[in-house]
């Protein structure tokens, strides 16, 4: 090698040296002016923030996780929660401490969370790329003994579980996984403080929060399969709120049942039975063409609601179709077969039949029953002078109309959605 080769040499040599013996005088430089400065200077000087801060890596890190959530929103049409929350954490670091009385007695100093070793603590059921956690705005406070404390801004997008049976006034369990991102549960472990308020200050306009609690969960780790990842899962339990969805989607249901009880109560033979029972049929239509495009497309189990309005169909298209049939038997002229009018005579002379039909029986009518009662004469034919269907129709009518109410009442009292009926 030449001599202007090795002189290079020579000359780098020096200045690396010279570097790092500056570098290392400046880190500590016991000449500051500020002590608060001389004592972050000492703690921080060959501080590593991607080291674990423990004396023995054995040893676990006890890190109190704390969720104090701010503001909570859903979102129908994408179906998932976004939180905003403050998230507030303590735990030990043994790399920082010092002696008070050496530094005008600073019993605490802050420092940002970029400066030292900081948990990783992040959701792991997010939405990719949508959950944030600020860790560059993280401001830390370390004390004496190297308690570290912080606090920082989160916001959190996951989706959520749906219990659609009673809708709309159904429930949602919307939870947020959060544990370490590269730290096994033999690393980190995550301590919950209880203490979680329901008072936020901006609530959702359509759905009230009912609890919070949190869960621990416990897994195999990802990267070791000799681990197991040690995560903490907050529940959040959502009722949709009442006011909107009753007039929307509860009254119109009475409504309807109303509307086709009416039509099976009037007369087969009046104009106004049709149109009613026309009408009931048409707004049934409408109803589901709505409720198809509100009711959720996801969750566990189907809505009461829906088959409520799937039977009450059903009802209204029987109502129609029933009316039509006996506004054509009411133009018959023909004698009904021998033994629908044997059964229809039974059933008139039966004290039910009396009680039910005495209000569009003639006087005549109901004598000759009283008195006729061992005999087979066809009733029917031979007291009718208009129509020889229509004590026939008048049956079947009431019939119909006892039991269409029957239903109602068994479908109000089994799928009939009511605001106490979810019990969080």
Not at 120 to 144: F, M, P, T
Not at 179 to 191: A, M
Not at 355 to 375: F, G, H, N, W, Y
Not at 406 to 423: D, E, G, K, Q, R
């Amino acid at each position: 090698m030449s001599r202007s080769g090795l002189f290079s040499v020579l000359l780098f040599i020096l200045d690396v040296i010279y570097n790092d013996v500056i570098a290392s005088s400046s880190c500590n430089d016991v000449e500051s002016k500020s002590t608060m400065m001389q004592l972050k200077r000492h703690l921080l000087c060959e501080y590593d923030s991607e080291v674990r801060p423990v004396q023995n890596n054995n040893n676990m890190t006890r890190v109190t996780f704390r969720m104090i959530p701010h503001f909570l929103r859903y979102n129908n049409e994408e179906e998932f929660i976004e939180l905003h929350a403050w998230i507030a954490m303590r735990w030990h670091d043994s790399h920082l401490t010092w002696n008070p009385e050496q530094y005008d007695n600073i019993q605490s100093i802050p420092v940002s969370g970029s400066q030292i070793w900081f948990p990783d603590i992040l959701i792991h059921n997010e939405r990719i790329g949508e959950s944030l956690l600020g860790y560059s705005q993280a401001k830390c406070w370390v004390r004496k003994e190297g308690t570290v404390q912080s606090l920082m801004p989160a916001k959190y997008i996951t989706y959520c579980f749906a219990d659609n049976t009673w809708w709309p006034y159904n429930t949602m369990n919307c939870t947020i996984q959060i544990g370490s991102w590269s730290h096994s549960g033999d690393e980190i472990e995550l301590v919950p403080l209880q203490n979680m308020s329901l008072q936020l200050n901006s609530k959702d306009v359509e759905w009230d929060l009912l609890k919070m609690y949190v869960t621990k969960w416990e897994g195999r780790y990802k990267y070791n399969l000799g681990s197991t990842a040690k995560m903490l899962s907050y529940h959040f339990i959502l009722r949709r709120h009442w006011g909107i969805i009753r007039i929307a989607y509860i009254s119109p249901t009475i409504v309807l049942m109303v509307i086709t009880l009416t039509a099976l109560w009037l007369e087969p033979k009046s104009f106004e039975r049709m149109m009613i029972a026309n009408l009931s049929f048409i707004c049934h239509l409408l109803c589901l063409h709505d409720v198809h495009w509100e009711v959720p497309k996801s969750g566990s189990n189907v809505p009461k609601l829906i088959i409520f309005y799937e039977s009450s169909f059903a009802i209204a298209s029987f109502t129609l179709i029933l009316t039509s049939i006996l506004r054509h038997l009411q133009e018959l002229t023909t004698e009904p077969p021998t033994w629908i009018s044997v059964g229809t005579t039974s059933i008139l002379r039966s004290r039910i039949g009396q009680i039910l039909l005495v209000s569009i029986l003639d006087p005549a009518v109901t004598a000759k029953i009283e008195i006729d009662a061992d005999d087979n004469t066809d009733l029917v034919q031979s007291s009718n002078k208009k129509s020889p269907w229509r004590y026939v129709i008048v049956l079947v009518g009431w019939f119909a109309f006892l039991s269409v109410l029957l239903t109602y009442i068994i479908l109000l009292s089994t799928c009939f959605p009511t605001y106490y009926t979810v019990i969080p």
